[in-house]
């Protein structure tokens, strides 16, 4: 984990339905970072990355366009310590 953090975004806008979650996986295995993303129940999508704060700033860009069919309007980001809790970057889903 040594120079790893961790950020943490909310991505708002048409970015459900349109491969925004899988798209995200892609970029983030790209990147070699860990993680999850997922739909949230209002419309948005949460990601939760790990790795070196160069790749996670790769992926911060990045979500701010998202997939051809997106319309992001706003990410709330925010970085912070790594917890290692996360072995690959995968697709989860809210219970």
């Given at each position: 984990?040594?120079?790893?953090?961790?950020v943490h975004m909310i991505v708002h806008g048409r970015v459900q339905g349109v491969f925004f979650r899988d798209s995200t996986r892609r970029v983030a295995l790209e990147n070699n970072l860990t993680g999850?993303?997922?739909?949230?129940?209002?419309?948005?999508?949460e990601i939760i990355a790990e790795g070196p704060k160069n790749e996670l700033e790769r992926l911060v860009v990045w979500t701010h366009k998202g997939p051809p069919s997106a319309?992001?309007?706003?990410v709330d980001v925010k970085f912070s310590e790594a917890t290692g809790e996360y072995s690959t970057f995968s697709i989860t889903y809210r219970s």
């Open positions: 984990m040594d120079n790893n953090q961790r999850i993303v997922r739909n949230l129940m209002d419309g948005s999508v319309i992001v309007n706003n």
